[in-house]
């Protein structure tokens, strides 16, 4: 077995796992985990809106 064999090897996994991420992230079980966290962001406008107004 010599490097480019190696390389091959690695490739047809790197292609496997690329795929296997690829499914999983667009699979529909996912979605409303993945809409959470998108909306994470804004979440924290909103925590330090009711924050400063208590504050005050």
């Keep these: 077995m010599d490097i480019n064999t190696l390389r091959g090897i ?24 993945f809409d959470e966290a998108a909306n994470l962001p804004f979440a924290d406008d909103e925590i330090d809106k009711n924050t400063k107004g208590a504050d005050q």
């Excluded at 490739?11 to 529909?28: E, N, R």
Aim: no cysteine; net charge positive.
């Design 10 to 33: 690695f490739t047809a996994l790197a292609l496997v796992a690329f795929i296997g991420v690829w499914v999983w992230a667009w699979s529909g079980k996912r979605k409303r985990a």
